[in-house]
């Protein structure tokens, strides 16, 4: 199929609603008919097809219409829980996506040296026979752990859990749990017994009072989150935001701590001594639901506001007013977990902090605290039992709901003696520790690694190990739409149809109402591109996993596990591409069973399980490293209209905002002797350097720290709108700490310094 030009200009993008949609808060609108041609719902039949958005984990339900095999329109779906008929301007922009000029167009083999970028064009026959001859050789001479699988997005269930597990490796790593989430559920299974899942459980109908510590609502995008918070903070709701930086919800907070950066430990210990030592916490409900608090109250009694004050740059009165601006509040009122926490490395233990005073506010399973998320019920396709224990068996878990059982590499890097997993590495096996083992082979060799949908030189910090890594490999295949950086470094190219072109597996949601929602094809498959349920299961029949893909379309596989709830592909349609079911959010929806699955059935403000491992029971301030003269810490986050790595090059996305800036405070810049708007470098602790940025200067950044949006800087030619745009800062996080009890890799321990020579 020919590629459309849909003649999107900055000014019919805005014009779409994408500009309120960057607020998240306003509906799609069809695109405006350009210099008298007929407007595209006058030119043919039109088909409606119901999606889930892949432009962002997030995965807001949509409409897409379509005429005569082009995607025209695209709206949020009404019916979906998290879009409710919105979309950001990532969702808005991605039509532009389908249509990117750059996109990978069929299956490639390397023609030189790794790294080059040269290829050539092959059959997907020879492709897939080629990866399946050199998989198997090396099981037979490795066995099946020397493959690593790491996956991204929503089409990586095919790929990280069910090939993976059918073929042995526990070796299956995704970025959304060790570069993001996984402290978060690891100190949510420790403290109450449950992972937070996908969609953090605020119950925004009666909140009143939220706090956030380093969450940035409206910058990362998130579309629900947006339109509860602006419908929660319209009403009246208090905000408190902790955060080094002056970000956009700061903007709109009750009280901003610009709290020192790697303190916010010793910011949660003194609320707690506040909400304690005043009585201000939820007794009867700490009584009823929790263990361990005369610990925790003898744990805190010493660590007032006016100890934390010396150590986050706050004030004491400040620490202490806000304390009971929650408790007044209470148990309507909330601190909202976050998604990015891998931090600086005792990440788990502020995670833990964070959900003890929750507890103290009596918020988990009270109308306006916490709900309860359900998972939908819905059984997963039949196949035999898998060779390997992995990470979500049916895909019916949302990133971050991972659980694991045999992980033979833990945070150490180190197998354990008796071959099991560290004791608390529970999430997917820790990404960035699977890259040592393809350089030195201990404790055994990676020999092969497939790449799904996962920008692994723009993602995993250090950089020049992974690049390493990839030449060490004696098996490199990547999968993705567009050619990523990481691409040129692959044997076998497997260019992927996008979330348009592609029935994919059901998005099954933990949720206060759990859902399922469709996936489905709104046009063929532009260029010979695939969807990854096929390529994994060609790949799977190549090398006898014949049994554990025992269907021949998507539709077959889907209508099957569909049935499990008494519906199909055509129910579905019918009923707008969603099916609802009855959650139970609250205590009182739960009858008499304690919802938590902790040893002692309650939340656990004192850990056993961490005392019986050799860590702290309770959280104990860590300070981190300070910045050395001269320089600044990096900090870094997400742009309205971009995520991660992957959008930069969309045309539309790109036009509205093509490079990252760097944000630093006004007086440091004027000591640095640079101006608003130069360009500078930026080089880091170890002599990394970025490339070229323009300084934002400004007073709504602490002075002890830098920030800049991720994902830019990209060095592809093949990108040709995102390439050499901006700088890069996965380039300059040469460093990582790595959370001892989580696995989480903390990165915002590096340090930059201004270089002025550009």
Same mark, same amino acid.
């Given at each position: 199929m020919a590629l459309v030009d849909l003649k999107i200009t900055r000014r019919t993008f805005l014009t779409t609603g994408a500009t309120v949609g960057i607020a998240g808060l306003a509906p799609s609108y069809a695109l405006a008919a350009e210099n008298g041609d007929t407007p595209w719902y006058r030119r043919g039949r039109i088909e409606t097809t119901y999606n889930y958005c892949d432009m962002c984990p997030w995965r807001c339900g949509i409409v897409v219409r379509s005429v005569d095999g082009v995607v025209q329109k695209v709206d949020g779906n009404p019916l979906d829980p998290k879009s409710r008929g919105m979309l950001c301007a990532r969702g808005q922009g991605g039509v532009s996506f389908l249509n990117d000029p750059d996109r990978l167009q069929a299956p490639m083999m390397r023609a030189g040296e790794r790294g080059e970028g040269r290829f050539e064009e092959v059959t997907w026959e020879r492709a897939l026979d080629f990866i399946a001859g050199k998989i198997n050789d090396i099981k037979e001479r490795s066995g099946p752990e020397a493959l690593a699988i790491f996956g991204h997005t929503s089409g990586e269930y095919w790929f990280t859990d069910l090939f993976a597990q059918a073929w042995g490796t526990p070796n299956a790593a995704k970025p959304s749990s060790s570069l993001c989430l996984s402290p978060r559920e690891e100190a949510a299974q420790l403290t109450y017994g449950m992972a937070v899942g996908g969609h953090e459980p605020v119950d925004w109908d009666e909140l009143r009072c939220l706090t956030l510590i380093g969450s940035h609502i409206g910058e990362d995008t998130r579309n629900t989150v947006m339109q509860d918070f602006a419908t929660m903070w319209s009403k009246g709701g208090k905000v408190i935001v902790v955060d080094p930086r002056f970000s956009s919800v700061a903007a709109k907070a009750d009280y901003w701590l610009p709290i020192k950066p790697g303190t916010d430990t010793a910011l949660l210990l003194a609320w707690m001594n506040v909400l304690i030592t005043e009585g201000r916490y939820d007794a009867s409900y700490v009584a009823d639901w929790t263990v361990g608090f005369d610990e925790l109250s003898a744990h805190v009694a010493?660590?007032?506001?006016?100890?934390?004050?010396?150590?986050?740059?706050?004030?004491?009165?400040?620490?202490?007013?806000?304390?009971?601006?929650?408790?007044?509040?209470?148990?309507?009122?909330?601190?909202?977990?976050?998604?990015?926490?891998?931090?600086?490395?005792?990440?788990?233990?502020?995670?833990?902090?964070?959900?003890?005073?929750?507890?103290?506010?009596?918020?988990?399973?009270?109308?306006?605290?916490?709900?309860?998320?359900?998972?939908?019920?819905? /059984? /997963?396709?039949?196949?035999?039992?898998?060779?390997?224990?992995?990470?979500?068996?049916?895909?019916?878990? /949302?990133?971050?709901?991972?659980?694991?059982?045999?992980?033979?590499?833990?945070?150490?890097?180190?197998?354990?003696?008796?071959?099991?997993?560290?004791?608390?590495?529970?999430?997917?096996?820790?990404?960035?520790?699977?890259?040592?083992?393809?350089?030195?082979?201990?404790?055994y060799r990676i020999e092969g690694l497939i790449v799904y949908g996962t920008n692994l030189l723009n993602s995993v910090p250090n950089k020049p190990r992974t690049i390493e890594a990839l030449k060490a490999l004696d098996l490199?295949?990547?999968?993705?739409?567009?050619?990523?950086?990481?691409?040129?470094?692959?044997?076998?190219?497997?260019?992927?149809?996008?979330?348009?072109?592609?029935?994919?597996?059901?998005?099954?949601?933990?949720?206060?109402?759990?859902?399922?929602?469709?996936?489905?094809?709104?046009?063929?498959?532009?260029?010979?591109?695939?969807?990854?349920?096929?390529?994994?299961?060609?790949?799977?029949?190549?090398?006898?996993?014949?049994?554990?893909?025992?269907? /021949?379309?998507?539709?077959?596989?889907?209508?099957?596990?569909?049935?499990?709830?008494?519906?199909?592909?055509?129910?579905?349609?019918?009923?707008?591409?969603?099916?609802?079911?009855?959650?139970?959010?609250?205590?009182?929806?739960?009858?008499?069973?304690?919802?938590?699955?902790?040893?002692?059935?309650?939340?656990?403000?004192?850990?056993?399980?961490?005392?019986?491992?050799?860590?702290?029971?309770?959280?104990?301030?860590?300070?981190?490293?300070?910045?050395?003269?001269?320089?600044?810490?990096?900090?870094?986050?997400?742009?309205?209209?971009?995520?991660?790595a992957k959008t930069q090059n969309t045309p539309v996305l790109n036009e509205l905002y093509s490079e990252n800036e760097l944000w630093l405070n006004e007086d440091a810049a004027d000591d640095e002797g640079v101006a608003d708007g130069e360009y500078v470098l930026l080089e880091n602790q170890d002599g990394a350097r970025s490339g070229p940025i323009r300084v934002k200067a400004t007073q709504r950044i602490r002075s002890d720290a830098v920030f800049m949006p991720h994902g830019f800087g990209q060095k592809t030619k093949?990108?040709?709108?995102?390439?050499?745009?901006?700088?890069?800062?996965?380039?300059?996080?040469?460093?990582?700490?790595?959370?001892?009890?989580?696995?989480?890799?903390g990165m915002r321990i590096n340090f930059v310094k201004i270089v002025k020579e550009v």
């Open positions: 010493d660590l007032t506001p006016e100890w934390a004050a010396s150590i986050t740059d706050l004030p004491a009165e400040q620490i202490r007013e806000t304390a009971r601006v929650m408790a007044d509040n209470l148990p309507q009122s909330v601190i909202m977990p976050g998604r990015h926490v891998t931090w600086y490395g005792n990440d788990t233990q502020r995670l833990r902090a964070t959900y003890l005073i929750n507890a103290l506010l009596g918020a988990y399973g009270r109308p306006g605290g916490l709900y309860f998320n359900k998972s939908p019920f819905l /059984e /997963e396709y039949p196949h035999p039992p898998y060779a390997v224990a992995g990470s979500s068996g049916g895909c019916s878990a /949302e990133p971050g709901e991972e659980v694991s059982d045999e992980l033979p590499l833990g945070p150490s890097g180190k197998a354990r003696a008796d071959g099991a997993r560290d004791t608390f590495l529970r999430g997917a096996t820790a990404l960035q520790e699977l890259i040592d083992p393809m350089i030195s082979g201990d404790p490199v295949v990547a999968i993705d739409v567009l050619p990523q950086e990481h691409v040129a470094w692959a044997d076998v190219v497997l260019p992927e149809s996008t979330f348009f072109e592609r029935y994919d597996q059901l998005w099954a949601v933990s949720h206060k109402t759990p859902y399922i929602a469709m996936r489905e094809p709104a046009i063929p498959p532009m260029y010979d591109t695939r969807p990854a349920w096929w390529m994994a299961r060609e790949l799977g029949i190549r090398v006898g996993l014949d049994a554990y893909f025992d269907w /021949e379309t998507a539709e077959e596989y889907l209508d099957k596990r569909l049935r499990s709830v008494a519906s199909n592909l055509d129910d579905m349609r019918a009923e707008g591409g969603i099916i609802m079911q009855n959650g139970k959010p609250y205590f009182e929806d739960l009858g008499e069973s304690s919802p938590f699955r902790t040893p002692s059935e309650k939340i656990e403000l004192y850990s056993q399980q961490l005392a019986d491992a050799g860590f702290d029971p309770m959280p104990v301030y860590e300070a981190v490293e300070e910045p050395p003269a001269g320089f600044y810490r990096l900090l870094y986050g997400r742009h309205p209209v971009h995520t991660f093949k990108l040709t709108r995102a390439y050499g745009r901006g700088a890069s800062d996965t380039e300059l996080q040469t460093r990582y700490a790595l959370d001892p009890i989580s696995g989480g890799a």
